[in-house]
Structures are given as structure tokens and as C-alpha cells.
């Protein structure tokens, strides 16, 4: 297990850092968009374009790392009043209900991108696929960090108990 949490690092550290560079890439060209609309008053036909899809894949990258962190939206209140045992149960049940959503997201994620690849971005002479691709490729980063944080759980490492202290 030890192994699998070292790749989960690894994995997640990958995802973090294309998702900050998706980020600075969508920001970057959003001010590029207002700049040569409002200040020239020629707008850039392909910046939006570019813009939307480094947003969706920062954010579906941005997604494990928040996994990792234990930053989704979850009900302590509820996980804390238990005992240990039965918290952890239920965070290890609401884990599964993850890993089967975001395995199912991969599957049809990777099926609608093989199915677009002959559509193009508009105003753009790129593949959709690209956008859609962010689907499964952000998935699979999803499914080892749950994964990963599940572990942890079982281990004892569970991210709702250790985020309640952080916050005291």
C-alpha cells in the first residue's frame, strides 16, 4: 500500500501542477479576449474557445487534488458525532459511491471523445476531443486519489478527522 499512496502523490502532484498551468493558460487568454475586444475593438475569435476548454480541464484535474486534500463537500457534523468506526464506514460508503460515479464518467467520457474526433473547435481547425478528453484523463487522476484517500482511511489517516483538528 505504501507504493500505491507514493504513485497517488505522484499522480496527484501531475494533476496539480497541469491544472495551475491550465489555469494560468484559460486566465492568460481571458484578459487577452477582454484586451483585444474592448481595447482594440477587434475581438480574438479563438482565445474564448481555448479559454473554456483549459478551464474544464483545470478543473476536472483540480478535482483529485481536492480529493487528496479531503476538500470536497462532505457532512462532517455527521461523521464526527459517531463513533470512529462506523464514521469511517460511512466515509469508505460515500468513497465507493465516488469511485463508481467517477469510473462510470471515465468510461462515457472516453467514449464521447472517440465519438467527437472528427468535430472541430470553433473557430479553430483542433479536434473537440481534446475538450472532451478532459473527461477520462481526469477521471483516472479522480479514481487513484479516492482510491489513495480510502486507504488512508482504512490506515487510519482518515482526511474528515484530520481536516476537524486542522480547522481547531
Known amino acids: 500500500m505504501r507504493h500505491f499512496l507514493r504513485l497517488e502523490d ?3 502532484g501531475i494533476a496539480q501542477r497541469l491544472s495551475i498551468a491550465f489555469l494560468i493558460i484559460a486566465a492568460s487568454l481571458a484578459l487577452y479576449q477582454v484586451i483585444t475586444r474592448f481595447a482594440f475593438g477587434a475581438p480574438s475569435t479563438w482565445s474564448e474557445v481555448i479559454t ?10 483540480g478535482v483529485a487534488v481536492a480529493f487528496k486534500h479531503g476538500a ?8 464526527n458525532a459517531l463513533p470512529p468506526r462506523l464514521g469511517i464506514g460511512i466515509y469508505l460508503l460515500a468513497s465507493a459511491g465516488s469511485l463508481i460515479f467517477f469510473s462510470v464518467l471515465l468510461w462515457q467520457g472516453y467514449l464521447m471523445t472517440m465519438r467527437v474526433i472528427p468535430q472541430s473547435l470553433a473557430a479553430l481547425d483542433i479536434s473537440i476531443a481534446w475538450a472532451y478528453a478532459a473527461l477520462p484523463v481526469g477521471s483516472g487522476f479522480i479514481l487513484v486519489a479516492v482510491a489513495a484517500s480510502m486507504v488512508r482511511a482504512v490506515q487510519g489517516d482518515w482526511l474528515i478527522a484530520r481536516n476537524a ?3 481547531e
Open 10 to 12: 505522484f499522480t496527484t
Open 52 to 61: 473554456r476548454t483549459a478551464m474544464i480541464w483545470s478543473v476536472f484535474l
Open 72 to 79: 470536497m463537500i462532505s457532512v462532517n457534523v455527521i461523521q
Open 165 to 167: 483538528e486542522d480547522l
